[in-house]
């Protein structure tokens, strides 16, 4: 497995994807995405442009030439987040 079909499997599994509806919105086989993920088979300028649509990222990022920032939101109302705050009067005002 070449490392941009590794990426791309990555990708599409993270999206809840199987390779039939990858194929499907690149308009191509399913054997296809099997091959290109494997490294089998090479993938087109043409499709890498959409391959970066269907997956929202940069053409770069699938090439693995740059990494693009993970943005991580925590949930203030998980249980194991919240803290105990302890208040301390200033003596001196």
Do not use: C, W, Y
């Amino acid at each position: 497995m070449t490392d941009l079909g590794r990426r791309i499997k990555i990708m599409r599994q993270e999206r809840g994807m199987n390779q039939q509806v990858l194929a499907d919105l690149l308009s191509v086989a399913r054997t296809t995405i099997t091959q290109i993920e494997k490294g089998t088979r090479k993938v087109t300028a043409d499709e890498l442009i959409k391959l970066s649509e269907i997956f929202d990222v940069s053409v770069e990022n699938l090439l693995g030439l740059k990494r693009e920032p993970e943005i991580i939101l925590d949930d203030k109302n998980d249980k194991q987040s919240k803290e105990q705050h302890m208040r301390i009067k200033d003596p001196r005002k």
